[in-house]
């Protein structure tokens, strides 16, 4: 079981909005604005597209965006595209002596 | 361009040790934070163990500690990771991650992964 809870999937039409749920605890998501996000294609390694809760990479698309309120986290894809279908993972630092913990995932489909 | 290329993967029976290698590249290797994060067949993300830029503090996820020791060569630009009393749930695609040196808790940059399979 993970640290942090993740629909196990999501999914919407070319041209919609949808939002990722990552729910934690007070000791990790709600304690601390380190939550990152990351997408990974099928046979790839994760790529960065979240930080710090709402940030940004270089590079990243403007459709992606990130927000917190109290122990859960969102990501939110407007405009979905195709290239959107990936699983999707949020992180946190956490108060833990592990430091770091991942959601269990979230398969997007762009129908 | 950032790059972290793993290596040391490979099939090992249970029981047995591995050791996995990273080769930095593309930055000042010796500023920042390096993790190790892993993936079993069709799963999820999961965190292995981080090192301090300076190698003076590590941490690991429970289900390693013990087992695992993260280490580092600041000369050579090189993170690994020993791997001891292997169980088949080890058997997984390791990454090797860089954190973003500004004291933030984010893998900004990873590398292609090095598959560990444990079986007899």
């Known amino acids: 079981q993970s640290a942090l809870t993740q629909p196990a999937s999501v999914s919407g039409s070319p041209g919609q909005s949808i939002t990722i749920s990552c729910t934690g605890t007070?000791?990790?998501?709600?304690?601390?604005?380190?939550v990152s996000w990351y997408q990974q294609h099928p046979g790839k390694a994760p790529k960065l597209m979240i930080y710090?809760?709402?940030n940004r990479p270089s590079g990243v698309s403007h459709r992606f965006s990130g927000s917190k309120s109290g122990n859960t986290a969102s990501l939110t894809i407007s405009g979905l595209q195709a290239e959107d279908e990936a699983d999707y993972y949020c992180?946190?630092?956490?108060?833990?002596?592990?430091?770091?913990?991942f959601g269990g995932g979230t398969k997007l489909t762009v129908l | 361009q950032v790059q972290l290329v793993e290596s040391g993967g490979g099939v090992v029976q249970p029981g047995r040790s591995l050791r996995l290698s990273c080769a930095a590249s593309?930055?000042?290797?010796?500023?920042?934070?390096m993790h190790w994060v892993r993936q079993a067949p069709g799963k999820g993300l999961e965190w292995v163990a981080v090192?301090?830029?300076?190698?003076?503090?590590?941490k690991y996820a429970d289900s390693v500690k013990g087992r695992f020791t993260i280490s580092r060569d600041n000369s050579d630009n090189m993170v690994f990771l020993q791997m001891k009393s292997l169980r088949a749930e080890d058997t997984a695609v390791y990454y090797c991650?860089?954190?973003?040196?500004?004291?933030?808790?984010?893998?900004?940059?990873w590398g292609q992964g090095t598959l560990v399979t444990v079986s007899s």
């Open positions: 991650a860089r954190d973003p040196g500004d004291g933030s808790w984010y893998l900004q940059h």
């Open positions: 593309q930055f000042t290797f010796s500023s920042y934070g």
């Open positions: 090192i301090w830029y300076d190698g003076s503090n590590k």
């Open positions: 007070s000791s990790d998501v709600g304690g601390y604005d380190y």
């Open positions: 710090d809760v709402s």
């Open positions: 992180s946190s630092y956490t108060r833990s002596s592990t430091l770091v913990v």
